[in-house]
């Protein structure tokens, strides 16, 4: 069974940045896609940043120009960078990957922006 362990999460303040990883215990063949979605308490859990097989990346709106999503195959991690952080930017972050019919999910590593 495949896990997938984020990491890097913590408390920043306002227009700090940050980076999240999130590795997979091992190799996942066919990935089509990997990801990270975020969810605040109280909010449904929405699409933080996909990166496909390709390389192509989409990004939410509120995210854009801000947040950078990238991987390494070879060390099968998705990362995602964060800059300009803001207090709304606060959730549980997940990363999840696709890879053919199945997807994985991980526990999330928890993001919070206070002054």
Request: aromatic letters at 8%; hydrophobic letters at 35%.
């Amino acid at each position: 069974q495949v896990q997938l362990v984020e990491s890097g999460g913590g408390l920043v303040q306002p227009g700090d940045s940050l980076r999240v990883s999130c590795a997979a215990s091992r190799s996942i063949f066919s990935i089509n896609a990997m990801g990270w979605y975020r969810q605040a308490p109280g909010k449904q859990r929405e699409l933080v940043a996909v990166i496909t097989s390709g390389g192509s990346t989409n990004y939410a709106d509120s995210v854009k120009g801000r947040f950078t999503i990238s991987r390494d195959n070879a060390k099968n991690t998705v990362y995602l960078q964060m800059n300009s952080l803001r207090p709304e930017d606060t959730a549980l972050y997940y990363c999840h990957i696709v890879a053919g019919p199945r997807d994985y999910w991980g526990q999330g590593t928890q993001v919070t922006v206070s002054s």
